[in-house]
């Protein structure tokens, strides 16, 4: 598997790979031909289709800037992958260079042809099993698993302060969110419901839908956000860190180290299916999102690393057969709905796990349901892939 660099990125929203991706793409497109005085790119599937509503030709224009950049959607899909641009370099009017790009989740992107350092392989492992394996051969718990193959404290650190920095100011915004839908924002007004309210366990529900909610409509307004593992699932695991920080004061050595065990889960469904809602539907983001926060907050309850890994599959397991149907390509409806309710379930999923696992064995692995999910994932139809062509997208009227 890959570096936990490769899973958490820090980037502007609304989409990882709509985004992020395109982003990265056109910087390195741009390293690999630097007398072009001029860009074309074509956009198709989902990044076509969904494009505008992900502004990712506006990432591309902003991105190429001073260069102009001329941004094409495509009707035709690509095989390879739902993903799919092709970027091309132009000196004096001459074509110089050519790319085709998948993004393929996550902020990754894969470029036909060629491979860069940061794609080699990190963790020899591939599987939870192998893991586990390891750790009984070595002797180490889960959380001292990640030391042993990567130093990365700092870039940790650095990650968690930018969930915090982006609920921070989420919960301090207010006005509509931009393009057709003129949603409100709620974050900041549910924060401020949470801060008065008297029911200590309505209250901790409340606080966890507001730092969802403004960790979320950051993202969708383009704000600064992780990919965790991706940007439209990016308000569940910031909601968590934040609670457990903020609300509950654990000490930032325990988040990081409850961050590197989040980053192994969703680096077992990156390696082993997808968390990208153009290949697997929004179980990939939100449902893989929320196996991590599941892991995440079982840790930080001290639960054991067996009971971790069952609160992660139970977390993934409820959102099997997830759509990604987002209305209009805007990650909003209902994707920010969505990040509130896998963070209050990632709770209780890690509550359950504790009740319930240690009365009887789990039948089913995380390996089991990664695989069952990534069969599921190519099921799914492909208008509710991440398209706008089906499902909510196309019955939720646009203003």
């Not at 390293?31 to 074509?42: A, F, G, K």
């Not at 969110?177 to 200590?200: F, I, M, S």
């Amino acid at each position: 598997m890959k570096s936990l660099k490769e899973l958490y990125k820090i980037g502007p929203g609304p989409s990882s790979s709509h985004t992020l991706g395109p982003k990265t793409a056109c910087e390195r497109f741009l390293q690999e031909y630097p007398e072009t005085d001029e860009v074309e790119i074509t956009l198709y599937g989902s990044l076509s289709l969904t494009g505008k509503g992900h502004l990712t030709d506006r990432i591309c224009i902003q991105t190429c800037a001073p260069i102009p950049c001329h941004v094409h959607f495509s009707s035709e899909t690509c095989d390879a992958h739902p993903n799919t641009m092709d970027l091309f370099a132009y000196h004096k009017k001459k074509m110089i260079g050519s790319w085709r790009v998948y993004s393929i989740g996550g902020g990754t992107i894969r470029i036909e042809g060629k491979e860069f350092k940061e794609s080699e392989e990190v963790y020899p492992q591939n599987s939870f099993y192998e893991i586990c394996q390891y750790c009984r051969e070595h002797q180490l718990f889960l959380k001292d698993y990640v030391d042993e193959h990567e130093k990365i404290d700092d870039y940790m650190r650095a990650i968690m302060n930018q969930m915090l920095a982006t609920i921070e100011k989420g919960i301090h915004t207010q006005g509509i969110l931009p393009g057709r839908l003129q949603l409100k924002r709620v974050g900041a007004d549910l924060y401020q419901k949470a801060l008065l309210e008297k029911n200590p366990l309505k209250k901790e529900k409340v606080m966890l839908m507001a730092y969802a909610y403004a960790a979320s409509e950051e993202n969708a307004s383009g704000g600064m956000t992780v990919t965790a593992p991706t940007m439209g699932a990016s308000g569940v695991m910031p909601s968590l860190v934040r609670y457990y920080k903020v609300d509950r004061h654990f000490s930032e050595e325990k988040i990081i180290e409850g961050l590197k065990i989040a980053g192994i889960i969703g680096n077992l469904f990156k390696t082993n299916a997808t968390i990208s809602g153009a290949q697997g539907g929004c179980q990939a983001e939100i449902g893989v999102a929320c196996s991590m926060g599941c892991a995440f907050v079982a840790y930080m309850e001290d639960l054991s690393d067996d009971l971790i890994a069952y609160a992660a599959e139970i977390g993934i397991e409820h959102f099997l057969g997830l759509t990604c149907d987002p209305v209009g390509g805007y990650v909003m409806i209902p994707c920010i709905e969505r990040n509130a309710v896998a963070t209050l379930r990632a709770i209780d999923s890690a509550l359950l796990a504790n009740e319930v696992g240690n009365l009887k064995e789990n039948k089913v692995s995380l390996d089991m349901i990664i695989h069952t999910m990534n069969y599921t994932g190519k099921k799914i139809a492909v208008e509710l892939k991440e398209t706008s062509l089906g499902g909510l997208a196309s019955v939720v009227p646009l203003e």
